[in-house]
C-alpha cells in the first residue's frame, strides 16, 4: 500500500488536498456569514462548499485506494473508485442544488431582510477561496481523471455561487431589494445542475461498462482491417473504462501471419496510439465468425448503422 508521504506527492493527491484545506476554512466563514446577514445566497454558496468539502474528501479516498495494487480478488485494483467517487458526488451536488432551490423558492413566499454589508464581505473571500481552489484543480495535466472533474465542478459550482452572492449584495446594498437574493441562488444552481446532471451521466455510463463516448466501434472496426493488412475481420468487440484505464477485448479473423506476436504487438500499439486503449485482450481465428453476434455485426458493418457489443 502507498504511504502517506508518497500518497501527498501524488499530483492528483496534492492539488485535491489543498483544495480541501481552503475550501473547509471558508465554507465555515460562509456558515457564519450567511447566518449573520440572514442572506440565503451566501447559505446556497456554503452548502455548495459543505458538498466540496464532502467531494474533495472523497476524491481524495479514491486517489488513495485506486493507487493500490491488483490482487487475487480485485484483478483490476480498485481503479473503479475514482468512478463510484465522481458518481457519489455528482448525485450529492444535484440533491444540494434542489434543495436550495426550494428554499429558494419559499423565501419569495416569506420574504426577509438581508444585511448587505456583511454578506458581501463574506461573499468577496469566498470568491477568492473558491477561484484558488479552482485554479489550483484546472491547472493540472490530469484532466482526463472524472474523479477530478467531479470534484472541480463542485469549486465551480461554489465560484459561481460566490459571483451570485456578490452582485446580490451590492444590489441590496445599492436599492435595497432583497429578492434578487433567492432570483441568484435560483440563477446559480439551475447553471450547477445542468453540469452536475451531465456528469452524473457520464460516471453512471462508465459504471455500466459502456463505451467511451469518443470512441465509435464500428469505426475502430474498420479501421483495424484498413491499416493491418493481416486483419480479415473484427468482432466480439468489448470496450469499457476503470477509472483512467480503458480496458477492450475483441476477436480479429486474419491471414495466418510469419509472426504471431509481432502482429499482436502491432494491434496493441495501434489501439494505445489512435484509441488510449492501454489494455486489449486480443483472440485471433483463421475461420469465418459463427453465430448471431457474428451475423448482426456484419450486418451492422455492411449497411452502417450503429452496433455496439
Request: hydrophobic share 50%; aromatic share 6%; with cysteine.
Amino acid at each position: 500500500m502507498t504511504n502517506s508521504s508518497s500518497f501527498l506527492q501524488d499530483s492528483n493527491s496534492k492539488r485535491l488536498f489543498i483544495a480541501f484545506v481552503v475550501t473547509v476554512l471558508f465554507m465555515l466563514a460562509e456558515v457564519v456569514g450567511g447566518l449573520i446577514s440572514s442572506s440565503l445566497a451566501l447559505l446556497a454558496d456554503a452548502g455548495h462548499m459543505v458538498t466540496d468539502a464532502m467531494a474533495l474528501f472523497i476524491a481524495l479516498v479514491a486517489v488513495h485506494f485506486s493507487r493500490r495494487k491488483p490482487n487475487t480478488r480485485h484483478t483490476f485494483g480498485y481503479l473503479r473508485l475514482t468512478t463510484i467517487a465522481a458518481f457519489v458526488n455528482a448525485t450529492a451536488l444535484l440533491l444540494i442544488v434542489l434543495l436550495i432551490i426550494w428554499e429558494a423558492v419559499h423565501l419569495f413566499i416569506e420574504p426577509h431582510h438581508v444585511l448587505g454589508l456583511p454578506m458581501l464581505v463574506i461573499a468577496v473571500a469566498g470568491f477568492c477561496a473558491n477561484l484558488f481552489s479552482f485554479w489550483i484543480l484546472h491547472r493540472g495535466t490530469e484532466e482526463k481523471n472524472i474523479n477530478v472533474r467531479a470534484a472541480t465542478l463542485h469549486v465551480l459550482g461554489d465560484l459561481l455561487g460566490s459571483v451570485g452572492a456578490i452582485i446580490a449584495a451590492v444590489v441590496i446594498l445599492t436599492t435595497g431589494w432583497s429578492p434578487i437574493d433567492p432570483i441568484l441562488s435560483i440563477l446559480v444552481s439551475v447553471l450547477v445542475l445542468r453540469s452536475a446532471w451531465r456528469l452524473l451521466k457520464e460516471s453512471f455510463h462508465e459504471l455500466l461498462e459502456g463505451t467511451p463516448k469518443d470512441v465509435d466501434i464500428d469505426q475502430l472496426r474498420k479501421e483495424l482491417c484498413l491499416n493491418i493488412d493481416e486483419i480479415d475481420d473484427v468482432h466480439h468487440v468489448h470496450l469499457w473504462q476503470a477509472g483512467e484505464q480503458r480496458l477492450m477485448t475483441l476477436h480479429v479473423r486474419v491471414t495466418p501471419p510469419q509472426d504471431h506476436d509481432n502482429l499482436l504487438q502491432r494491434i496493441q500499439q495501434y489501439l494505445l496510439k489512435h484509441h488510449n486503449i492501454g489494455h486489449a485482450t486480443i483472440q485471433t481465428e483463421y475461420q469465418p465468425c459463427k453465430g448471431e453476434d457474428c451475423d448482426i455485426s456484419q450486418l451492422a458493418h455492411i449497411s452502417g448503422t450503429q452496433h455496439r457489443h
